[in-house]
Every structure is written in structure tokens, then in C-alpha cells.
């Protein structure tokens, strides 16, 4: 299967990039959008129709996360070629933003259910809950006709169980929104701790994604995203990391 970046900043989009968004397509063309950040349809646009999507899934309902969907249900609706309604999964732990997954005839939102495995067209989809301020969850995805996995951690701070949760995966996509020195923040993972978690579940590769868009004191302002991937580096040891940046794309059974 293959990733695509759509978006890969955190909170809001800068220098013409947009925030999380990711396109997954299996090898028989089954088209998975993974969040629906700012500027996700124009960039989608580049790669893929939007009216030929399959399922949109969301990890959670942070503006940066879905901030595209409503442009995404527009487009479905107002364009001139018809398109059948378009699943949303997301979780219905927020009944009022489970709700605005619904917009007439383009999107219907559909709850995954997290405690068991969910089939969504060729793709097996697990869930655990991460540490975030609203209720988010990490997907782990897995085609089944490949048996490629990619875990995606949507918005996280460290905790236990999640390098268990990306065991042996593929692709690791992980929030990284902070430095080293900022371990244990209750809404994004630093990139110490992304390396470690991406060491200890043995990954084939790591890619950093909610990048910070500045850096933080100290760090070389003119090249903080490279600072970013080496310090995630020196703990992932020898597991290639990478950063998202749009229109980068991996095809997990190359790596």
C-alpha cells in the first residue's frame, strides 16, 4: 500500500502546506483519506479525484484534524458529476462532532467501534486511545491482502502500551510536535520519544508528522525540522526516519 502526505503541520498551515492529512491506497486502489486537515481537497486534487474516495477516516475532531471535511462534503455535493454518499469513520465518544460527519447526500459518519477490529474495504483497523485533550485515538491498519501495517498515532503525549500498539509496523506516522526536553506533555510526543517508541516496537520506518512550524529556543531556526529527525535519529538508532512533508509519499512494501 501507499502513503501519501497531504498535510503535515501542526495546529495551522504555513508556507503554503497544510495540516494533517494523509492519503492510503491499497494495491487494488481502494482510496482511504486519514484526516482531513486544511488545504487536504486542494492538495488531494494533485494526486486523486476527490469524488473517486472511498472512506475518510478521523482520529479526532481538532480543527487542524477536520478542518477540510465540510470543503471535502461541498465539493461532493455542488459538483456537476454525482457521486455516491462518502463514509466518515470516526469515534461517537463526542455525540456533537460525531454529528457534522453527516452533510446530506456526500458524507454519512459511521462510528468504528474501538474495541475489536474494524473492516473498512481491504483494509483490518484496531484502535487505542491516546493521551490528547479530547478524545483521540491511534489507528494500527493493516491490508490484509499484503499484511503491510501502518500505525498512525493521530494526537499523542507518551504513554504506555502505544510501542506494544505499533509492534513490528511498517510505517510508524508519529505526532511529533516538540523537541527533546519535553517528554511527558499531555498532548504531543517529542522526538525522543518517537525514536524510543519507534526502537522498541522495531519499526521499518518512522516518519515525523504535526511538525512544529518554528523552533524552540536553542535550536537552529533555519534548519529545526532537520534537528527534529536527527534527535528522533539517535534513539530510533538504526530505523530510517523521515520527515511528512507534501506531496512526500512511501510505499510501505519497498521500505
Request: negative net charge; hydrophobic residues 40%.
Amino acid at each position: 500500500m501507499k502513503l501519501q502526505t497531504l498535510g503535515c503541520w501542526g495546529g495551522y498551515p504555513y508556507q503554503d502546506a497544510g495540516t494533517t492529512s494523509y492519503l492510503l491506497t491499497s494495491q487494488d486502489g481502494f482510496n482511504l483519506l486519514i484526516d482531513a486537515g486544511s488545504r487536504a481537497v486542494t492538495e488531494l486534487e494533485k494526486i486523486l479525484n476527490p469524488l473517486d474516495l472511498d472512506a475518510v477516516i478521523i482520529s479526532h475532531y481538532h480543527p487542524d484534524h477536520i478542518a477540510d471535511l465540510g470543503v471535502l462534503g461541498h465539493y461532493r455535493l455542488l459538483h456537476p458529476q454525482t457521486s455516491p454518499t462518502l463514509l466518515v469513520y470516526g469515534h461517537d465518544e463526542d455525540e456533537h462532532e460525531f454529528a457534522k460527519l453527516n452533510m446530506g447526500t456526500a458524507l454519512k459518519g459511521q462510528a468504528y467501534q474501538v474495541d475489536c477490529i474494524n473492516q473498512i474495504g481491504p483494509f483490518e483497523i484496531s484502535f487505542i486511545k491516546t493521551v490528547h485533550p479530547v478524545v483521540c485515538y491511534a489507528m494500527r491498519i493493516r491490508e490484509v491482502a499484503t499484511n503491510q501495517v501502518l500505525v498512525f498515532t493521530g494526537d499523542t503525549g507518551y504513554f504506555e502500551g502505544l510501542a506494544e500498539f505499533t509492534k513490528d509496523a511498517d510505517l510508524f506516522l508519529a505526532d511529533v510536535y516538540f523537541f527533546e526536553g519535553r517528554e511527558n506533555h499531555p498532548a504531543h510526543l517529542t522526538s525522543k520519544e518517537a525514536g524510543q517508541i519507534a526502537k522498541q516496537a522495531q519499526v521499518k520506518r518512522l516518519v515525523l508528522t504535526h511538525l512544529p512550524q518554528f523552533a524552540e529556543e536553542g535550536i537552529d531556526s533555519d534548519n529545526h525540522l532537520e534537528v527534529l529527525r536527527q534527535q528522533a535519529q539517535v534513539y530510533a538508532e538504526t530505523i530510517p526516519v523521515d520527515l511528512a512533508q507534501p506531496r512526500r509519499s512511501w510505499e510501505l512494501g519497498e521500505l
